[in-house]
């Protein structure tokens, strides 16, 4: 039974992904501090804040799709910030393949999950 977000799986694996992010993103060289690294770590952190802000306004079903819209938005800027990663050569392919498919799936979650929320 879901009784707060934090019981969401979506939430769950978009948080974790977020931490990864973070920890990730301190092996960046320091002038990215206020560029790229600010950005990947602001959009990746998006996401889960969206699915509990917007889980606070569940019994308004539109609102909580909208933030969930917010949150697949997030989660795409988040993929390109990957790439620029990857292409800065700031990360190996093999981790960037490894983040690519997580993000990957907590969109197809997000997605889901507005596809099929129904408020009570």
Same mark, same amino acid.
């Given at each position: ?46 996401? !889960?804040?969206?699915?509990? #802000?917007? $889980?606070?306004?569940? +019994?308004? &079903? ?7 819209? *917010? /949150?697949?938005? !997030?989660?795409?800027?988040? #993929?390109? $910030?990957?790439?620029? +990663?990857? &292409? ?7 981790? *960037? /393949? ?6 990957? #799936? ?15």
């Amino acid at each position: 039974m879901i009784k707060s977000f934090k019981d969401l799986d979506v939430h769950k694996k978009s948080f974790a992904l977020a931490m990864e992010i973070f920890w990730l993103t301190r092996k960046f060289p320091k002038e990215e501090v206020y560029s790229l690294t600010s950005q990947i770590v602001r959009s990746s952190r998006s996401v !889960s804040a969206n699915i509990s #802000e917007g $889980w606070a306004k569940r +019994s308004y &079903e539109s609102v909580f799709k909208q933030h969930l819209i *917010h /949150a697949l938005g !997030s989660n795409s800027e988040t #993929e390109d $910030w990957l790439n620029y +990663s990857l &292409e800065c050569s700031y990360i190996k392919k093999e981790d *960037h /393949a490894i983040l690519i498919n997580k993000n990957s #799936e907590i969109g197809r979650m997000l997605t889901k999950l507005h596809q099929n929320w129904k408020s009570f």
